[in-house]
Each structure stands twice: as C-alpha cells, then as structure tokens.
C-alpha cells in the first residue's frame, strides 16, 4: 500500500513500521505532481499548506478523469474549530 502524506513526521514512524511506504511533499504543487505519477491507495493531508489548502487538492484529484478510482483522502488539522467538508464530496 502506498500513501502520499503532507507534514506529518508524527505519523511516519508507525505507518512504516506497519508496512506501508510513505511519500512526502513539500508542497500542494509536489503533491500533485506526484500524485498525477504515482498510484497511492491514500492521501493524508494538512489542512493549511505552504501554497494552498487540502480542499485544493481534494478538489484537483476528484476532478482527475485520468484516475478512475477514488483516492480515500484524510485531512486533519491542529484547528479548534470544525472545519466545513462541503468541498470534499
């Protein structure tokens, strides 16, 4: 299984300890570039990037006709507040 995640070191030890291989990007530009090249079974994303937000990238992998399958797609987020998922669907 490989997945692609977005700042988030805390994570990387106990995914790789379970099996998984794990992608990083810098960037929502990088993130997308790799995951236009690559297949990934999930995506764990930041909610606030450098260059854009995690809708951003929902938005751009959802509207991807090229990929016929349906990325699972996690964003979490430090914020107190609930944050809308109107744009995830």
Aim: hydrophobic share 45%; glycine share 4%.
């Amino acid at each position: 299984m490989r997945i692609i995640k977005l700042h988030f070191i805390f994570f990387k030890k106990g995914f790789l300890s379970a099996g998984f291989n794990i992608y990083t990007a810098e960037s929502c530009i990088e993130a997308l570039k790799s995951i236009k090249e690559n297949k990934f079974d999930l995506l764990l994303l930041d909610y606030f990037l450098k260059d854009r937000t995690a809708f951003d990238i929902c938005k751009e992998v959802r509207a991807d006709v090229s990929k016929p399958q349906k990325i699972p797609i996690v964003i979490l987020t430090g914020q107190a507040e609930l944050v809308s998922n109107k744009y995830l669907f």
